[in-house]
């Protein structure tokens, strides 16, 4: 085949033309890698909450047309100036938010936010020259998170690239671009259950199993899934997930049920769902004098966290994670050994799968609630 460094390359990719209006399949023009960024080959990628949520664009700014997709595993075709650290053929995970090893929160053991490349939703084009790489007849088809995977090929920042083990299926690690990664880490990195532990889990989709599995893996004990939908339950077995409350089925709040449950207070908590009340009830369900919360959800704009002084004197400990405390490229390529290593589970989270003319089959499945994760292979 001849070379396509440097040239244009066309090849077919899911456009939303307007918000909430299905994906329409067409050929578009993939501009070559400028500086410090990456043409990459998406071999697979995966439907997440955020790229719906985004596409019905119902609280945000619009920005179409758009190319969605952040969740997702491919292979490096070429690379612009200044780029070392990967090469033609290497195999990456895209990751909506950066690593760009320079900043002060690159530098920082602590933190991931990176400063050039933490999430912008709002920016659809690339940093380096304000511009779109994708377009249809010389018009710009804009960027999503920086990563764009539901296409064939997409233009991506270096610093947005964890390069991982070639060995890996990326079938099955793609979905480590994105959700379970910020659920597993949310348990792993900050939690930190002790062996032996008791951990609530509120909300039980595809994020709060991936912060079940990380419990199951810390050696925790009793791992109790909270959720509204009674539907949930029998999945969240799989995840390790031994005991299950249902907020509804109490007149107390969940809270108070939880505390008398475990002997007054789970050991860890995390709240996976985004509601105001779930986070207050995470936290204030913890034990005294020990007891972790962690917020992974992302709250409406107008809320306010409310709880008693008292809770914190008590000893209770409140934390938030972004994208599980993860360093992209310096941590990715570990999670997708421990896959490797058999410690991770990843199948259990892949529900469906279709081909890339198939999309908008993805979003029936998500939007029905049927699906935890369904992949999408671009060559279908
Ligand atoms: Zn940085
Ligand atoms: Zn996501």
């Not at 070392?84 to 929160?105: N, Q």
């Amino acid at each position: 085949m001849p070379s396509t460094v440097g040239k244009v390359i066309r090849c077919k990719a899911a456009v939303a033309w307007e918000a909430g209006k299905p994906l329409v399949i067409e050929e578009v023009e993939v501009a070559p890698p400028q500086a410090m960024e990456v043409r990459v080959k998406i071999i697979v990628t995966a439907l997440c909450h955020t790229d719906v949520y985004f596409w019905e664009a119902k609280g945000q700014t619009p920005v179409f047309p758009r190319i969605f997709g952040h969740e997702a595993a491919g292979i490096v075709e070429s690379v612009g100036e200044g780029v070392t650290e990967l090469k033609p053929g290497d195999h990456v995970l895209p990751v909506f938010t950066g690593e760009c090893k320079e900043c002060r929160h690159c530098k920082s053991e602590e933190s991931n936010m990176c400063d050039l490349l933490r999430i912008n939703t709002d920016r659809g084009v690339m940093l380096h020259d304000g511009k779109s790489r994708f377009s249809i007849n010389g018009k710009p088809i804009y960027h999503f998170v920086g990563t764009s995977t539901f296409s064939e090929y997409s233009v991506i920042h270096v610093g947005c690239l964890a390069k991982i083990n070639p060995a890996a299926p990326m079938d099955k690690v793609c979905i480590l671009s994105c959700g379970v990664s910020t659920g597993l880490g949310a348990t792993l990195n900050v939690a930190k259950p002790p062996r032996g532990s008791t951990v609530a889990i509120f909300g039980l989709g595809a994020v709060g199993l991936s912060a079940a599995e990380g419990a199951r893996i810390a050696g925790a004990s009793r791992i109790i899934g909270v959720d509204l939908n009674p539907k949930r339950f029998d999945e969240a077995k799989k995840f390790g997930v031994t005991e299950f409350v249902n907020p509804k089925d109490h007149h107390k709040p969940v809270q108070e049920v939880l505390t008398e449950m475990t002997d007054g207070g789970v050991d860890r908590s995390v709240e996976c769902t985004g509601s105001i009340n779930a986070m207050i009830s995470a936290f204030e369900c913890v034990h005294d004098g020990w007891g972790v919360a962690v917020l992974v959800g992302v709250p409406n704009k107008d809320d306010a966290f409310k709880t008693h002084p008292m809770n914190f004197l008590n000893e209770k400990t409140l934390k938030g994670t972004f994208f599980g405390n993860y360093k992209p490229r310096t941590d990715l390529p570990n999670v997708v050994e421990m896959y490797m290593r058999k410690e991770l589970e990843l199948e259990k989270f892949i529900t469906h799968e279709v081909g890339l003319s198939d999309i908008n089959k993805a979003f029936d499945y998500m939007l029905k609630g049927e699906s935890l994760r369904c992949i999408i292979r671009t060559d279908g």
